[in-house]
């Protein structure tokens, strides 16, 4: 027996030997692992991960009780539940964590001991059974750098395999037949051992654990079958008791999983499970990188199929790993336990070939489809096994078939070099040949796993993340941020930005994506409109920042020509380094809850039975739920699932959340659902009932419009009389005549022509006719105030829309029409107290009050005020705002021009004795120089440019009004 200390002295020359291949195949990674990442999504979504479990480990247990309310999503909880957790991973990476300043450092040494700690866990597992050192060696190497795993490179937890061949290695050792003189504290040290690795598995990667079972029951049911199996009476409480353990430490976290699932709704639809189902062709595939099989890559598309790089190996790999099942199957019956090996190999790669197709019934070609529909047992697992309706990508079982190939193939190659080489009776020149044979078979193994150089972009490293996440560090603790724009990988940046702050983010990108912020990424592309600033106020966001580098120069320019009109939704603005970071004012109106109506659905289809909840919208402001209070859904009386009510629901919009039914559902019975954020229950297939708003009908304005084959349109009414921001709009429609079924449209039109929200209503609905069809719009405090238009259609009951007939019988369609004009008033103001006015401008608008900040001004920074305005008369001539910021050398530092609240309330629209709060967001130039500066008010006539004089209350005439002198320092 050699001693330990040569023992020790070989096992780390193979681990160095595993390091400097991992070194060498992960080039430039290996050596800018500071700053590097190999790809802008899952990469950064591994990093975040790992910062925010590191974070709260250490940041206390009251913190650690929150560790799946992450900081993404927001308001929704749970949203560490929406990926893997990284617990397993983050013990491993909490000292890199620690040492370092840079946010990826953790990151890339993570993954490289992942492959450090795979090829050695590899090769002790099968060194161990096949008693062959250059077995082990070989089946780590083939399946640490293999393309699979090279696949995954983007994602850390499918890195993280080193634990599944040590748990099969302990499980191995606590139940085949060993040694009957071994003592007891021996196989401890196994369970313990089994115990440990199985759990970090557990930690670290769900779908893995999911496998590693699978190959852990493989191993029992093989050894068991070739007599390999120990039994003893102590075997059954040593499975037992790395059972309960194993669930005992994370049933804590699966029950999280499972608790985000019900609230959400959130399984993986069939379609969805198909498409990341494996196809034979997934397997024959690489990464664009590899040398010899990069063409591979994207070669083999097919609809409905998300083609992913899945070879478990190259050539040689395959054809060593048939030769190492050829040549363990083989063996004598003395060399059983080597049968077994191969046995438990080949059943392992089997079992992750099968279920890797998932439900992909084309996955075999499409002459097999019929045949593979029926065999495939990935659909029975998905409607029957606990947690597969939560895994999206079957694929990944593949992991097994790379696993079990590369011990194969260890086996043939170390058979191959024990046949080339140990033959007594070859010569020096023939041992020699043979081995240069051999020598050549393993480079072309290397070359086809070549992947050198990999790519990937840098991002700042350590400590200097862009000027603004320093900045969004000193902001409250509890602070709600919203990041613009969300195209490409922008949310994969902002959420690993985040780590450097802390703060809530709207943003947020993981496996998977709730529907309503789906949907409020469609918003927030036009952002700024009503619907998308109302969402923001309603949400509680604090800041918006926009990341003026990531929008294109036109879109930018766009966003910015549009701020005006919104400015009464932002208090402040700040330039933080190349960023824009606008402060959300408190909503000028806030949702009534009397305005808004619920139904609920329930259908009864078996295992796919799903209750539907709506909620419509038909007051002034967006309803959001409050999700720290889960809503109810009973049966009889008696609870059956819990889920959140739709996040958002604008105004004169309905929205619904489908609640999945496990079990099944009963036709019969009571459903109801009792909704915390509304405070009601509404009992299924009920009518929405809503309160209705009385409002006196005023006078009928004539039309006189034919619909072609359908109605006459008499005249419409428009109620209340000012129509106001934070009310509603009343239109009354008169008609005559009618067609059963046809559906009458009444759109709101802006300035632009562009719809912003309509009503619809059939008023010859069932047999029923009705001449007088009232619709109700909501007026949300987002929209700018302004004149209108109103646009009313007529539709068939089959969606064409009907064309008006003129008095000579032509069809003109309705958008070439003019709408029917509505003004729409701002909300009058409060003043803090009567106050003298400022100015009197041409003896027709007075200057009534300024709200304006008392702060110090730094050259760069924004000046945000309102002025208020009144009109002493009606106004047909409109006038232009002019605001200057003049410094102590008489120059201009800061100016901007523009007619009343952006050019939407002209003057021609005030009416005598309104006050009008006008808001102004003003820059002081960068290169201002320090000293006092006055901020100067006035105005111009819109057609001539002739400034307005001014009368100030102590009698001196003037063109322009000095509302405010402010202090300028230095530039910071």
Known sequence: MKPLRHLLARELIILAGFVLATLVLTYPLSVNAVAMVPGLDDPLLSAWRLHWVGHTLLTGTDALSRLFDANIFYPYPLTLAYSEHFLGETFLSLPLLWITDSHLVGLNLSAMLSFVLTAYATYLFIADWSHSRLAGLIAGFLFTFSPFRFGHILQLELLVTQWMPLTLLALRWLVCRQDATAPSHRRRLALGLCILFLNLQALSSFYYTVYLLLACAALLVVCAVTGQVHWRWGLPRDLIILAVITAGVNMPIWSKYLEFSQLMGAIRAPGEVRVYSAALTDYLTTIPHNLLYGWTFGRWQAPDHQFQPLAPTGIVGLLLGIGGLITLLRRASRQIDRRALGLCLAVTALIGFVLSLGTNEAALGSALAPWLSYVLPYRWLYEYAPGFTGMRVPARAAVLVALGLAGLAGAGGAWLARRLLKRPSLSSRERLMRGTLLGLLALVGVVEYWSVPLSGPELPAGGTPPEVYTWLRHTAADTVVLELPQHGHANFAYEYYSTYHWRRLVNGATGYTPPAHREMRNWFKTFPDWRSVDALQQLGV???????????????????????????????????????????????????????????????????ATAVVTVHNYSVASFVADVTRPSQLALNGQPIASFLEPLVVPPNERRSVTVPLRGGASPGGRWEAHLATLGRTVVADSPALMTTLSATMPSMIPLELQFLGGARLRGYSVAPDPLRICGHLVITLHWEGGVIDDVAVVGLLDRFGRVVMDSTSQPWCCDETAEVDVHRMPLPGTLPAGAYSLRVRLLASDGTERPIVTTQGRAVEVAQLPGLPVVIHPQPPVLASPTVPLAHFANAITLVAAELPEISLHPGEWLRFALFWRAESPLEQDVTVFTQLIGPDGRVWGQHDNPPRGGWYPVSLWRPGEVVRDDYALRLDPAAPPGRYQLVIGLYDSQTLQRLNVERPEGIKADHVIVHTYEVGAAR
Do not use: I
Request: glycine share 2%.
């Open 542 to 608: 604090d800041y918006v920042v926009l990341h003026a580098e990531r929008f294109d120069p036109k879109s930018w320019e766009h966003l910015q020509a549009q701020l005006s009109w919104f400015l009464p939704a932002f208090d402040a603005l700040y330039d933080v380094g190349t960023s824009r970071v606008l402060r959300v004012a408190e909503p000028l109106c806030r949702p009534d809850y009397q305005d808004m109506a619920a139904e609920l659905s329930v259908s009864a289809q078996g295992r796919n």
